[in-house]
């Protein structure tokens, strides 16, 4: 597939801002309204 390195780079950008996003909201102590936003985000 021609396009499968540039749908595989993105997919990686995305789970690495999810991942930094629920350690941010972890640290801030903001789970519950973090945790909530960044499952939504893996869903999509």
């Known amino acids: ?4 390195e540039v ?3 993105d997919a990686t950008k995305w789970l690495q801002q999810i991942k930094i996003g629920l350690a941010t909201s972890t ?18």
Not at 1 to 4: E, K, N, Q, R, V
Not at 27 to 34: E, Q
């Open 27 to 44: 640290s801030l102590y903001a789970l519950d309204s973090g945790l909530v936003f960044w499952m939504n985000q893996l869903r999509e």
């Open 7 to 9: 749908i595989h780079k």
């Open 1 to 4: 597939m021609p396009f499968y």
